[in-house]
């Protein structure tokens, strides 16, 4: 660890020992979300004025963060529905966001009319985690069939695609290859905060992948997190994961 990095971090956790001594920070406030079949992805507009949550039953709900409240469905859920996997806002744009199925289908809505714009299927898929570019011209899917596509954001058209790998237990020489895509279900995917070129994935077959858009492959690997989530974040150059197991769960790699 560069003593910048540890400069900053010991700042970071007086300054979480300040704030638990303050006694005036605001009461936590618990959302009854309902019998929704559990939450499955949550995401903030940029604004900080609306909370969406996508649940297990198919439902999207919209929540405003100054009253707590709920303030309308986009979508209605039913005993039959099918989850509603990721979700973001588009960059730049807190009346716009887009949603992602486990059935491979991604919806694009306007909270000005509560309706759908756009949809794009990504056949025999199930999409798992999505996330936008830095600038925003960017976004990246990932799923079961362990392919990446990287698509324009406002043509919402693919303009790349990283394949997987049938090796479910990668060897060491296969992390390394050009060919070293996933080789089980993708669960988490994050773009690097200011590089709008990279971002990294993350699944069940236990590595960590660095993606450049500018290259067709892997750039880099990591073996370790088993990932069944959105448990991927990034900080400057370190990445954050957090992996499904009873201990340690939380690592960081620099």
């Given at each position: 660890m560069s003593a910048g990095t540890k400069r900053r971090l010991e700042?970071?956790?007086?300054?979480?020992?300040?704030?638990?001594?303050?006694?005036?920070?605001?009461?936590?406030?618990?959302v009854d979300f309902g019998d929704v079949m559990g939450i499955y992805s949550l995401n903030f507009s940029h604004n900080m004025q609306n909370m969406v949550a996508g649940s297990g039953n198919g439902s999207i709900q919209v929540y405003?963060?100054?009253?707590?409240?709920?303030?309308?469905?986009?979508?209605?859920?039913?005993?039959?529905?099918?989850?509603?996997?990721?979700?973001?806002f588009f960059p730049f744009k807190d009346d716009q966001l887009i949603t992602a199925s486990s059935d491979g289908t991604m919806?694009?809505?306007?909270?000005?009319?509560?309706?759908?714009?756009?949809?794009?299927?990504?056949?025999h898929n199930e999409i798992c985690a999505?996330?936008?570019?830095?600038?925003?011209?960017?976004?990246?899917?990932?799923g079961k069939d362990r392919k990446i596509r990287v698509y324009d954001a406002g043509t919402l058209q693919i303009k790349q695609t990283f394949g997987g790998t049938d090796?479910?237990?990668?060897?060491?020489?296969?992390?390394f290859?050009?060919?070293?895509?996933?080789?089980?279900?993708?669960?988490?995917?994050?773009?690097h905060p200011f590089d709008d070129n990279l971002f990294v994935t993350g699944g069940w077959d236990r590595h960590i992948k660095v993606w450049?858009?500018?290259?067709?492959?892997v750039v880099r690997s990591f073996h370790g997190p088993y990932i069944c989530g959105d448990g991927i974040d990034i900080w400057e150059d370190s990445v954050l994961t957090a992996s499904w197991v009873a201990h340690d769960a939380l690592q960081v790699i620099f």
């Open positions: 700042d970071a956790l007086n300054a979480g020992k300040d704030i638990e001594k303050d006694s005036k920070l605001p009461s936590v406030t618990n405003s963060c100054e009253s707590q409240r709920k303030r309308r469905p986009l979508k209605h859920g039913s005993l039959y529905g099918l989850p509603i996997t990721a979700l973001k919806s694009c809505w306007n909270l000005e009319d509560w309706n759908v714009f756009k949809t794009v299927d990504e056949a999505l996330d936008f570019s830095h600038d925003g011209r960017i976004f990246a899917t990932a090796h479910i237990e990668l060897t060491q020489e296969d992390v290859s050009p060919e070293a895509g996933h080789g089980s279900k993708v669960f988490a995917l994050r773009f450049d858009v500018r290259s067709d492959q």
